[in-house]
């Protein structure tokens, strides 16, 4: 006698394991979504920061070295900065490192949005300069980018700069 066995799984035994796939599946993407745009928007910051960090850097130090003024520009989303000894906010040897900002980070000068600031630094320190003199306005700032919620502050304090996490 010969017995008819089956084997395999029914219908509703794949369709429960699919929908339990299909459920983790869902719950793994929204994770991931999540951490992707978190950990894109952290790149964003970190390498917006860490260029200008670079910018205020190599502009004190140069100042210190070559004895000359510098100018750190803001504007259109753009940090520059130049040799600028007759103070006119123009490079005087057409020489300008210039590094862009994304379009979605916001730049904030102590908690203002402002478009455009110059910031000049000569003997190590950062100074203002209006009305034909110069201040130390700028020797103690924060300057803050922020994407969403999360943000990063480049703190200058007695005209040296650090990054804050």
């Known amino acids: 006698m010969v017995k008819n066995v089956k084997s395999g799984f029914s219908l509703i035994e794949v369709l429960v394991v699919l929908t339990i796939i299909a459920i983790i599946s869902g719950i793994a993407y929204g994770m991931y979504s999540g951490i992707y745009v978190a950990l894109s928007n952290r790149s964003k910051l970190t390498n917006s920061i860490q260029r200008v960090f670079y910018i ?82 700028y020797s103690n700032m924060e300057i803050k980018f922020q994407l969403n919620k999360e943000y990063q502050i480049l703190k200058i304090t007695n005209s040296l700069p650090e990054i804050l996490e």
Do not use: P, Q, W
């Open 56 to 137: 205020f850097v190599s502009a004190r130090r140069e100042a210190f070295l070559k004895n000359n003024i510098l100018c750190i520009k803001y504007e259109d989303k753009k940090f520059s900065y130049f040799t600028d000894n007759d103070l006119d906010g123009i490079s005087d040897n057409g020489n300008e490192v210039v590094t862009e900002i994304a379009d979605d980070v916001t730049v904030l000068f102590d908690n203002k949005n402002i478009n455009s600031i110059k910031i000049y630094t000569f003997d190590g320190m950062f100074l203002k300069y209006s009305n034909n003199s110069f201040s130390f306005d």
